[in-house]
């Protein structure tokens, strides 16, 4: 079967033109198509706007993305509209974070986001980077497949993704007959994360409209059902990004990931707090990075003891457990073969096992507990 040629940046600008802006003329005259990236097939741009005018510009944001739909070899079109204005001087009156149902949509519609054939969706957050969160969100995603479920993992962490290295994922992935895309599988699960579209080295120099709207693509226009439960590989910490997951995909709760330092826990319990804000209720609290033991078998506390377990009582939330610095757990996501997927039944992977169990009892604390699957082993 030959492959249709990537499209060039030519061709899409040449569509873009086809396309007239407010003032009739064609967009790249404009000057408003920023960003445009192009990616074996799958194109995103921005289109810059005077925020008065959003309205009417998303009838010519949808006519950009149908014109560049049909230029050939095209797989995904990702535009979004982003305000070339500065914020009114005056500032809104404060108030309350809007919950998952008041969330902005593009295009001024309201709503979270529609992702059929997914059960429960489980945001995994740290609230800051550097504390193992995207190797816990693997191997927590394997340890739930361990005990019977159908799980996918997306890494929505754009700047940074980390998943297609931690399941040793290195190709590009295909698009149904219906434009959307098929996640790739590995160790049994279902993965998605913009580094299966873009070279590792390649820095994604987006804007924050970007970065939402690529996440959102992610979520809706890839084939995950049937799946049980989603895992969400969060973007650290408590920005943009992070609020509007919170606010727009319809999450069945979250799960905090923490070292036992303070410094780190400070970050944690801000993470807690934006959650509470959106009404995503906290499933758990996981401690990584708990200790290092010793050939003489004794633990050595190297960030402090428990840290993580008093602050989730303090917060009246589950405490899921204790990771240690286990060299095999780390070596096992630098090379591609996660501890929770190589051997689901060896010692280093049953604290995932264990974890992943105590996220099943507190989904069923929601009301939203998979139903468990009987697996047959040889």
């Known amino acids: 079967m030959t492959s249709r040629p990537a499209p060039d940046r030519d061709q899409i600008l040449t569509a873009l033109a086809t396309v007239s802006s407010l003032d009739g003329r064609p967009l790249p005259e404009a000057g408003i ?106 191997n927590l995603a394997l340890g739930l497949h361990a005990l019977g479920l159908k799980v996918g993992l997306l890494d929505a962490d754009v700047y940074g993704p980390s998943i297609p290295r931690m399941l040793g994922l290195d190709r590009k992935p295909d698009t149904s007959d219906n434009k959307k895309l098929v996640p790739l599988e590995a160790f049994g699960i279902k993965a998605m994360s913009i580094g299966l579209i873009v070279e590792e080295e390649t820095p994604m120099i987006w804007r924050g409209p970007m970065v939402q709207s690529a996440i959102s693509q992610m979520l809706v226009d890839v084939e995950w059902a049937p799946i049980d439960v989603l895992v969400v590989d969060m973007p650290p910490g408590t920005g943009d990004a992070q609020l509007t997951l919170a606010q727009r995909v319809p999450m069945t709760g979250a799960v905090i990931v923490s070292t036992p330092q303070e410094i780190a826990l400070i970050d944690a319990r801000k993470a807690v707090a934006m959650f509470e804000k959106t009404r995503v209720p906290i499933l758990g609290v996981v401690e990584n990075m708990a200790w290092l033991e010793m050939p003489d078998g004794s633990r050595n506390h190297i960030f402090g003891d428990g840290g993580a377990k008093k602050t989730a009582e303090k917060l009246n939330v589950p405490f899921l457990g204790e990771v240690p610095l286990i060299t095999a757990i780390r070596e096992g996501g630098d090379e591609g073969k996660p501890v929770a997927g190589v051997d689901p039944n060896g010692a280093s992977a049953t604290v995932f096992k264990q974890i992943a169990a105590g996220l099943m009892a507190s989904l069923e604390n929601t009301g939203q507990k998979p139903a468990p699957r009987i697996v047959v082993m040889d």
């Open 33 to 138: 198509v920023q960003g445009l990236v192009i990616r074996d097939g799958n194109v995103g741009f921005a289109l810059e706007i005077d925020p008065a005018q959003a309205g009417a510009m998303e009838t010519v944001r949808e006519a950009a993305v149908a014109a560049v739909k049909r230029v050939p070899g095209v797989l995904s079109v990702t535009a979004v509209l982003t305000a070339h204005n500065e914020a009114p001087s005056a500032p809104p009156p404060a108030q309350e974070a809007p919950t998952q149902a008041q969330a902005q949509k593009p295009g001024g519609k309201t709503g979270p986001l529609d992702i059929p054939g997914v059960g429960a969706i489980v945001a995994v957050s740290s609230g800051k980077g550097g504390v193992g969160k995207s190797t816990l969100a693997t």
